[in-house]
């Protein structure tokens, strides 16, 4: 039987399932302006690829590789970016090794997101505010990480939906919030146009981006060490 081992980043942010959230609110995880502000280089893609590597220290690292099909902010001008994460399996004959950032996002192949990218191979997570910067393109939909759904109020401000709200706004329909505002689901064109023209307003920003590269999960790198909790008792 294979042994498991697995081993846990400590959190550094973590997730939340609660009601709606506006993406306006000034001390808000979810403002959009802020995230994008604080982006240098915002995409839509779809990943092609998901290779798991080892760093020089021996720490598994996730490399997922995204099919770049719409650049809504930066510039990048090939046709693939890879990013790396810290997280991923290690196998070593019998042996399973597993490494979990309790704040990354869990990617599957064909999968099509937008992600508010910077520091791509210099930190853990490459994304701003990690899970958070990934908007998940899902059956017409906009979601979180999560499984919010992106929606916008009437008075033309965006939210977040979660629990009864975000399955009803997942077929498409309007909901009503306990304010008494009512939320329609943002479609994928519509929150793409959106977060481009928020961006575009934010061009003093653009100056101070940096380049975005892509990881080659095929050569040795140097991982950023994690903050690592004691393992749990294998498993036998």
């Avoid at 809504?72 to 490494?99: H, W």
């Avoid at 939210?159 to 505002?181: C, F, Y």
């Amino acid at each position: 039987m294979q042994k498991y081992i697995a081993t846990v980043i400590a959190a550094g942010l973590m997730l939340s399932s609660g009601a709606a959230l506006s993406l306006s609110e000034p001390n808000d995880a979810f403002r959009l302006e802020r995230q994008t502000a604080q982006s240098d280089l915002i995409f839509k893609g779809t990943i092609t690829s998901i290779a798991y590597r080892n760093s020089a220290e021996g720490i598994p690292h996730t490399f997922v590789t995204y099919r770049v099909d719409d650049v809504l902010k930066g510039s990048y001008g090939a046709r693939t970016l890879t990013l790396r994460f810290v997280g991923g399996v290690e196998r070593k004959g019998v042996i399973v090794r597993t490494l979990v950032a309790s704040n990354a996002p869990d990617f599957e192949r064909g999968q099509q997101d937008v992600l508010m990218m910077k520091g791509n191979g210099e930190v853990s997570c490459p994304l701003v505010q990690c899970a958070l910067g990934r908007y998940r393109m899902e059956q017409g939909r906009v979601k979180t990480e999560v499984g919010g759904v992106i929606a916008k109020s009437n008075d033309g401000g965006a939210v977040v939906l979660s629990g009864g709200n975000a399955r009803i706004a997942s077929g498409g329909l309007a909901v009503k919030l306990s304010d008494g505002t009512v939320a329609t689901p943002y479609s994928q064109a519509e929150f793409i146009s959106l977060v481009r023209s928020v961006a575009s307003q934010q061009r003093t920003s653009a100056t101070r981006a940096k380049p975005i590269r892509s990881m080659d999960p095929s050569r040795p790198f140097n991982g950023t060490l994690p903050n690592v909790a004691a393992a749990p008792p294998q498993l036998r």
